[in-house]
């Protein structure tokens, strides 16, 4: 089965499969969005179903809400559980002090409340995500739609005031028609290559009428688990700057493999 897969979606499924070590029995856990996210869900679904974990999951989007609901997974909304123990999600980049770029799956503004309402974030991440400094991936900003042009041009001259070196904004399409969020929002990717100070564009951002939040993720996420394609995974910890070493052993995690491809 694990011969069929991509060794990115190999990396995917290990960093999710030991993610799920961190969830205990009675957690209140944020089911954060994307690929590699998915396979978390699956995984904790297993666990659930296997063997007797109960947990509360908090999704971050109508598409994991359903994933989880499927998976066995029992689903609250963010104002029944109050406070979360972890959020665990993918991401889009991810530097060296852990500082994220999120929101390539459009689920920005759920996923940066859940995981600023969690005790701890992990995130998991295929290898690629790794960048020396934010801004290679586009940077989504979720807008409102009324007057989106008039944010879209304030949000370009904010970016030429603060020396930003890339500066094309482009609305996110679906087909024809402009992207919708789960909120009901449109998004604008900033192409900007490298974000030099990602605290102040994140503040200035945040500043504008009609910006309802950006996909910077900043002294957010606690540990990286980093999946490789031959079932290593790598972990990092913010708090203690331990890197950890393992590897999954992929006869081990075939059967879940076929469960969840079945
Ligand atoms: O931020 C996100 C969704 O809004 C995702 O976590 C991010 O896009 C990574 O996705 P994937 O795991 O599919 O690579």
């Known amino acids: 089965m694990t011969g069929e897969l991509s060794p990115i979606d190999k990396a995917k499924f290990v960093a999710a499969k030991r993610s799920v070590d961190y ?3 009675g957690m209140r856990v944020g089911l954060g969005t994307g690929s590699t996210a998915a396979w978390m869900v699956r995984c904790l679904g297993e666990m659930v179903r296997n063997d007797g974990l109960r947990i509360k999951g908090v999704p971050t989007s109508t598409r994991t809400a359903e994933l989880a609901r499927d998976v066995g997974i029992e689903v609250i909304s963010l104002d029944e559980a109050k406070w979360l123990d972890v959020t665990i999600d993918g991401a889009d980049e991810f530097d060296g002090n852990l500082n994220l770029i999120k929101g390539g799956g459009g689920a920005l503004l759920q996923e940066k409340i859940v995981a600023t309402a ?3 974030m992990i995130v998991i991440a295929d290898i690629g995500k790794e960048v020396e400094s934010l801004g290679a991936f586009p940077l989504p900003v979720e807008v409102i739609p009324f007057g989106w042009q008039t944010t879209k041009s304030l949000v370009e001259e904010l970016l030429i005031s603060m020396d930003v070196l890339g500066r094309d904004a482009t609305l996110r399409m ?6 919708i969020t789960d909120e009901g929002n449109y998004i604008i990717d900033l192409h900007l290559g490298r974000i030099g100070n990602p605290h102040q564009l994140s503040m200035a951002m945040n500043q504008m009428p009609g910006v309802v939040e950006n996909g910077l993720f900043l002294d957010i996420c606690d540990v990286v688990i980093l999946g490789f394609g031959d079932g290593r995974v790598e972990t990092r910890d913010i708090n203690e700057g331990t890197v950890e070493e393992d590897r999954l052993d992929f006869v081990e995690t075939d059967n879940l493999f076929t469960d969840m491809n079945d």
């Open 23 to 25: 969830v205990e029995d």
């Open 118 to 120: 969690s005790d701890q």
């Open 174 to 179: 679906n087909g024809e028609r402009p992207f």
